[in-house]
C-alpha cells in the first residue's frame, strides 16, 4: 500500500501557507487530488516525483522507501520508476510520433503491442509525423501514450487533458480509463474538472491551503460539496427507463453510474451506447448527444 506523509512549506497566490497531508491507498487504484488553483496539488505530484524535496516525512511505495525526512533518504527521480504528464510537453521535438513512443517502451513491449496501444490513442495516422508539426490535443495524446508505454509504478497526471475539446476529451477518458485498468498501474490525478475525477477515480482528496478536507468516493464527495452548482460530465448511456412524464437515463462515467431525469424532448434522439455530455446549471441537468 502507497503511503504519502510529508510536509512544506510553499508561497502561495496571497500568503504562504504548509503542505501537510497524509495518503494512503490500495496499488492499482486511481486517486484524485481536488481542490483550487494554489492549493499544492502540483507541489505534491512533484514531492511523490522527487522533483521537490520536502522538508519532513515520509513516501513510501511497495515496501520501498522514497523518501524519509529522518533518516535522510530521498531516491532519484529514475529508481521511483514514475511515469508523470504535467502541463507543458516533455516530448522529444526532433523525433517522430513512432520515435517517441519507442523511447518510452524501451523495448518493453512487442511491436504488435505498441502499435495497438498508438491506435487506442488515435495517434496510428500520426505515427511518422514529427511532433513540431502536431496539434496540442495530439501531443498530449502521446504524452498520455507514452506513460502507459514506460509502464510505470505510479503514474501521475497533472491536468490531462486541458488541450482536448470536448467530444475528444471523452474519447480520451475512456480511453485513459481503460488502460489503466488492463495494466493495473496506479495513479494520482490533479485535477479541478469534476467530469475527469468522477469518470477516473475511485477515490478523491479534496485540497484547501495544502490541507486534506475532505476525502472519498467521488461521487458522495461531490453530492456533499452544494457549492458546486456548475459541472460538466460525459459519458455512455447505459439504460434508459421511460416514464409517463420524465425519463431516468443511467450514464456510465468511467467506473460510476450517473442517474438523471430528462423530458422525453431531450432525449427523443438518443439510445443506449451513445456517448453523452451531461452539464449543470444550478442542478439543472442537461443532456447533449455527442456525435
Known sequence: MPKINIKKYLSGPSEDFRIDIKLEFQKESVIALYGPSGSGK????????GLLKPDSGSIVYDGKVWFDGEERINTSIQSREIAMVFQGTSLFPHMSVLQNLNYAAQGKWKKVELLNIANNFQLSDHLTKNIRVLSGGQKQKVELA???LRRPKLMLLDEPFNALDIENKSI???VLADQIIQYGITTILVSHDMGEVIALTDKIYVLDEGKIIKQGNPLTVFSEKTALTNFQISGEIVNIRHDEILNIVSILVGKQVVKVAAHHS????MKVGDMVSMSSKAFNPILTRLK
Open 172 to 174: 480520451l477518458k475512456k
Open 266 to 269: 431531450e432525449i427523443q434522439n
Open 146 to 148: 507514452r506513460a502507459i
Open 42 to 49: 502540483t507541489s505534491i505530484l512533484r514531492m511523490i516525483a
